[in-house]
């Protein structure tokens, strides 16, 4: 089992910036998919950013250009920076990671980012 732990999430206004951190309680070198979902109040929780087999990342329209994930495999960390906030991107921002093969499917309890001025 593997503990994931998001934190970064707070308030902040229209244009500013915010790095989010997922911490995993063990190595996330063998996690087949590792990436950021967001979930709005009302609204389906949708895939924002992600690492997938190879390292390649992928972004959702509306966050490309503004959005970069990263990663620290020695501090079994991913992060997400987010620059040119806007209202538009409110929501809970979760961590999730993947290993296909064993079924393995975790998510983090999710942290708050509020874009308002």
């Known amino acids: 089992q593997v503990q994931l732990v998001e934190s970064g999430g707070g308030l902040v206004q229209p244009g500013e910036s915010l790095r989010l951190s997922c911490a995993a309680s063990?190595?996330?070198?063998?996690?087949?998919?590792m990436g950021w979902y967001r979930q709005a109040p009302g609204k389906q929780r949708d895939l924002v950013a992600s690492f997938t087999d190879g390292g390649s990342t992928n972004y959702a329209d509306s966050v490309k250009g503004r959005f970069t994930i990263s990663r620290d495999n020695a501090k079994n960390t991913v992060y997400l920076q987010m620059n040119s906030l806007k209202p538009e991107d409110t929501a809970v921002y979760l961590c999730?990671?993947?290993?296909?093969?064993?079924?393995?499917?975790?998510w983090g309890q999710g942290t708050q980012v509020t874009v308002s001025s």
């Open positions: 999730n990671a993947r290993r296909y093969r064993l079924g393995h499917n975790y």
């Open positions: 063990g190595s996330i070198i063998n996690f087949n998919f």
